[in-house]
């Protein structure tokens, strides 16, 4: 039997890929362009189970036995639609396969794609840190590795793509999907986006870039709302961490957003999913939608008055797949293209790239089959647990520690007041499973050990005295409880003020997708809480478990201590119980800007001058704790400040580099305490004079370095040119020749050394192949 030129791995994937378009009809085309949300039921069996709003009224109706004669494109969230174990999961996914396989003429089975963002979002596997506590690591090794272990759980059980990481860069803090950013730097998103991306394809699987592009930039931080962005805000902060995550990461598959910018909604925009995407930077991967996304072409944005013409519009705009369910690519499309309405060279140009990806995955090969499923899947190992912990460690941020009240002593009487101190859902963020899907199942276990704060800290802790009170709820306004927390603390050497969010999903938490908020203030009365915690005139450490910052000027100079984690996941309670213990020393610094005051919003460091405090107006926004910061339990020294051209210049003419030159600024960190620690080493480039309005600072480098007592290193940051580049008047990206100052720093605030130089000889104009990255090194000192 000769084998058809489709099924011969020998041949190009492109030739395979021409051959089998050349023998689909139409509707087997059209099936490769859309997913099916089949959950999986705790028998193991296909079930389907509402998550999110829209599911079933946007989704068509249809006959699965019929539907997957013409084969199937995707398979949506089998594990992460209702509760199943993993095993059972793996065992009915690869049954429905075998269906999809057997069921058509060419024997492809689907992509099945699954949530990832804080970990596999399946029952009873690991709930890692939110991305917010990525950020807040500065560590992309650490963070690629913890990304390894989640594509390599997620092809255990049978999935091919996750749908993460979510590139967005913050704009507005009061955004219900902070929690799920890397920050509000496009640097720290793109350098520990990548990351993560290298991560997740090491194991073969499909990364996806989400939110393409503009999502976070919601006009009043509403989600889905209109984005108002300018050019240079699109170009300059909005795109690089996509740039960077595709160039540097590879990853093969990008999710277009749901909102518009300026009027055009982005899966409706060619300029942006076709002519940047892939014919400026060159993809070739698949474009997806987000869930509903063309669909809501027709219905929330109306610039299509039929789901046939939200098809064409997506199509033409370059969205290859429609998740999360056939809507507007199944029927609609194929009578849309009979009746002459939609070219099929649309649905061909999308089929092929879909098809060149399963090509990739192998799952065109002759005689593929759907590996056997495990009879136990193991989808929270030690190995994940201990890697979880170690994340979150680094993720906890001390924003201040004035009196040295942390460590606490190991014998202290301590009162611990707050509702996010005896909840285990406080350690988690909205895409983990068990805040996900669980709420709709509260029947059903966790599934996974998560140990509260309060249990940590009495593990942590053995020979205190720890007592609790709630104090209050998360956001409702009972103030009862407060004066039984009141007592509490009267009795005890330290209190510690647990509060913070709920993760939930659209209005059902405090922080999440669809939980915006109009400011910053504390949810519920966890305000009047503190309040009356520190009335008692007993020492007050605030610990916030969030997925946002919050406003903290109000207690300034009141707390003994704050300790900042967002969201750090299952072994978050560990984690932070170590930090106040003092087995951990704190070494995150923040991926987000902590403000004084709950108003004047959006705001973030990124600000041009007359975005920063000055004489025109009565408000000052500069935050309480800046961009970058964080406290240790250790002391560091910074010294011997060189780079390549003169040693510690800050006077006379500032060094000649021409505008495609680099220029490299080193520095000594010493451990000066008496115990280990990590410092984290900025850079940052600060522009005097543009053609355009320039941020006053912004993040070009960083390096996190662990040093033990009085150890020293020495770190070197590589700067080039491209570094310094932004989108001028007509909208190109250049590097202008003058003045520049290379600023490193402990946070955006916190300069240690800054150093001057000049950029010489012509603009530069660059192309897709510039440089994104600062290098730098680290080398031991004696």
């Given at each position: 039997m000769t084998t058809a030129p489709w099924r011969d791995p020998a041949l190009p994937a492109a030739a395979r890929v021409d051959d089998l378009l050349s023998r689909m009809t139409l509707e087997e085309k059209t099936a490769q362009l859309y997913g099916v949300w089949v959950g999986a039921a705790t028998d193991g069996e296909a079930g389907t189970d509402g998550v999110a709003p829209h599911q079933h009224d946007m989704t068509a109706d249809y006959d699965w036995a019929e539907l997957i004669t013409h084969g199937l494109g995707q398979l949506t969230r089998s594990f992460g639609t209702a509760p199943v174990d993993p095993a059972l999961g793996a065992q009915a996914l690869a049954r429905a396969q075998r269906r999809i396989a057997e069921a058509g003429r060419f024997g492809i089975p689907a992509v099945a794609h699954e949530e990832c963002l804080a970990g596999f979002t399946a029952w009873r596997a690991t709930a890692y840190p939110v991305p917010l506590a990525w950020g807040a690591t500065f560590d992309p090794a650490l963070v690629e590795e913890m990304a390894r272990r989640i594509g390599q759980d997620l092809r255990s059980a049978g999935v091919h793509q996750g749908l993460a990481p979510v590139l967005d860069v913050v704009r507005d803090p009061r955004w219900g999907r902070v929690e799920e950013t890397i920050g509000e730097d496009p640097y720290l998103a793109g350098t520990i986006g990548a990351a993560y991306v290298r991560g997740l394809e090491s194991a073969g699987v499909v990364a996806t870039l989400k939110h393409f592009a503009g999502y976070a930039s919601s006009a009043g931080a509403r989600n889905l709302a209109p984005v108002r962005a300018g050019i240079?805000?699109?170009?300059?902060?909005?795109?690089?961490?996509?740039e960077m995550a595709l160039r540097e990461g590879g990853a093969r598959s990008v999710m277009a957003a749901y909102n518009e910018t300026d009027g055009v909604p982005a899966s409706a925009d060619p300029a942006l999913l076709t002519e940047l995407l892939r014919e400026q930077w060159g993809f070739t991967g698949t474009v997806v939608s987000d869930y509903f996304g063309i669909g809501f072409l027709e219905t929330l944005h109306r610039v299509a008055g039929s789901p046939a013409q939200a098809a064409h519009t997506a199509l033409a705009a370059g969205i290859d797949v429609e998740l999360p369910s056939l809507k507007c690519y199944g029927k609609?499309?194929?009578?849309?293209?009979?009746?002459?309405?939609?070219?099929?060279?649309?649905?061909?140009?999308?089929?092929?790239?879909?098809?060149?990806?399963?090509?990739?995955?192998?799952?065109?090969?002759?005689?593929?089959?759907?590996?056997?499923?495990?009879?136990?899947?193991?989808?929270?190992?030690?190995?994940?647990?201990?890697?979880?912990?170690?994340?979150?460690?680094?993720?906890?941020?001390?924003?201040?520690?004035?009196?040295?009240?942390?460590?606490?002593?190991?014998?202290?009487?301590?009162?611990?007041?707050?509702?996010?101190?005896?909840?285990?859902?406080?350690?988690?963020?909205?895409?983990?499973?068990?805040?996900?899907?669980l709420t709709h199942h509260p029947e059903v276990p966790m599934g996974i050990e998560i140990p509260t704060l309060l249990e940590a800290l009495r593990t942590e802790l053995p020979d205190a005295k720890v007592t609790f009170a709630e104090g209050c709820g998360v956001s409702d306004p009972d103030t009862a409880g407060i004066e039984e927390a009141v007592a509490r603390a009267s009795e005890a050497d330290v209190c510690l003020a647990v509060l913070g969010d709920r993760a939930g999903l659209f209005g059902r938490g405090t922080s999440g997708e669809g939980c915006d908020v109009t400011d910053l203030r504390l949810p519920g009365v966890q305000a009047e809480l503190l309040d009356a915690l520190l009335a008692t005139g007993v020492p007050v450490v605030l610990v916030l478990l969030t997925g946002r910052p919050y406003a903290l000027g109000r207690w300034h100079g009141r707390l003994a201590a704050v300790v900042q984690a967002f969201f750090p996941g299952e072994e978050g309670g560990p984690a932070v119980a170590g930090v106040l213990s003092g087995r951990v020393s704190p070494s995150g610094r923040l991926p987000v800007s902590v403000p004084q005051l709950p108003g004047g919003q959006p705001w973030t460091y990124l600000q041009p001058p007359l975005g920063l405090a000055g004489e025109v107006s009565n408000l000052d926004p500069t935050p309480l704790y800046a961009f970058g910061h964080g406290r240790s339990y250790t002391s560091f020294t910074w010294s011997d400040f060189t780079t390549d051209r003169t040693t510690d210049r800050t006077t006379g003419p500032a060094p000649e580099i021409g505008t495609d030159g680099s220029y490299d600024v080193s520095a000594t960190i010493r451990n000066t305490g008496d115990r280990a620690g990590a410092e984290v080493v900025q850079l940052y480039l600060h522009d005097p004079v543009a053609s355009v309005t320039r941020p006053d600072v912004r993040l070009i480098g960083y390096r996190r370095v662990e040093l033990a007592p009085g150890e020293a290193a020495r770190v070197t940051f590589r700067f080039h040119a491209d570094l310094s580049s932004f989108t001028d008047r007509s909208g190109r990206r250049v590097v202008e020749p003058g003045a520049l100052e290379l600023r490193l720093a402990a946070s955006s605030a916190d300069v240690r050394h800054t150093a001057r130089l000049t950029l010489t000889g012509p603009l530069r104009e660059l192309g897709p192949d510039r440089r994104l990255r600062c290098e730098a090194s680290v080398s031991g000192v004696g």
């Open positions: 240079r805000e699109f170009a300059d902060v909005t795109l690089p961490p996509f609609p499309l194929v009578e849309a293209v009979r009746a002459g309405e939609i070219p099929e060279e649309l649905v061909d140009r999308a089929a092929r790239r879909v098809l060149l990806q399963k090509c990739e995955l192998g799952l065109l090969d002759e005689g593929w089959d759907q590996e056997p499923a495990p009879s136990h899947l193991d989808l929270d190992s030690p190995g994940n647990r201990a890697l979880a912990r170690r994340v979150a460690e680094e993720s906890v941020v001390l924003l201040d520690n004035p009196d040295e009240a942390l460590p606490l002593p190991p014998d202290a009487r301590v009162a611990v007041v707050g509702p996010r101190a005896a909840d285990a859902l406080a350690m988690l963020g909205c895409y983990s499973f068990p805040s996900h899907v």
